[in-house]
């Protein structure tokens, strides 16, 4: 086996177990640009969008867009409509990947997906980040709890109903999302909306 060989496994290896990558994910392994070239003319790789590449043969995923997103913006943390998406809350079909960042980073340029950006300080941006490796990659997602905490801190943005209507779904069926109303309480506390949600969870536990 050549070593152009050995490197092009390299990169069908790491595309089978992380999902589209960018020329620099695998240049760490040995995997130069011309590999990735010759397995796009061979048909083994396609480009995923814009310096992306995934498996030709790859099952689409309902997250291929957001582990997409994740990829093109380290920063990125998935939120808002995107989240509750993720987290099969309510009904919303969200156009664009909703994405939170620190305040203070510069904009991303990306052409592909299309993005919107929710800026954070860090204390809120930092808080309750989780990881879930999908069969396509990753994807950075804020956690049931502090995704309903933003939608009530961007209500303007979301929409009231959508942020009212989408706790009322995790109160109710809180054992299934495994949130419980204490940790909500808790988180929204922590990120100075308590006193915005306390009348709605008192409304809905009564």
């Known amino acids: 086996m050549t070593r152009t060989s050995e490197n092009q496994q390299k990169a069908l290896k790491y595309a089978r177990e992380h999902g589209p990558f960018r020329p620099r994910d695998v240049a760490g ?22 310096g992306l590449y995934g498996l030709a ?25 995107s989240a509750l998406r993720f987290h099969g809350i309510g009904m919303q079909l969200p156009h664009k990947v909703w994405l939170a960042i620190p ?15 929710t800026y954070l300080t860090d204390r809120m941006y930092r ?30 943005k979301v929409g ?5 209507e989408a706790l009322r779904e995790v109160v109710t069926h809180r054992k299934q999302y495994g949130v ?5 309480s808790d ?15 008192e409304a809905l536990i009564a």
């Not at 709890?145 to 009530?152: E, G, H, R, S, Y």
């Open 103 to 117: 305040s203070k980073a510069a904009k991303p340029r990306v052409e592909y997906p299309p993005i919107e950006l």
């Open 160 to 164: 009231v109903d959508v942020a009212v």
């Open 57 to 81: 043969d790859a099952e689409p995923t309902t997250n291929q867009t957001l582990i997409e997103a994740c990829k093109r913006v380290p920063q990125g943390v998935v939120c808002l409509l």
């Open 29 to 50: 392994i040995g995997v130069h640009p011309e590999d990735i070239r010759r397995l796009c003319r061979k048909g083994l790789l396609v480009r995923a969008g814009r």
């Open 187 to 201: 988180v929204a506390r922590k990120c100075r909306v308590g006193e915005v949600m306390r009348p709605y969870l």
């Open 180 to 184: 419980t109303i204490g940790h909500i």
């Open 127 to 156: 808080e309750e980040i989780e990881e879930h490796r999908t069969g396509g990659g990753v994807v950075r997602v804020y956690s049931i709890a502090k995704t309903l905490i933003d939608c009530f801190r961007f209500r303007n």
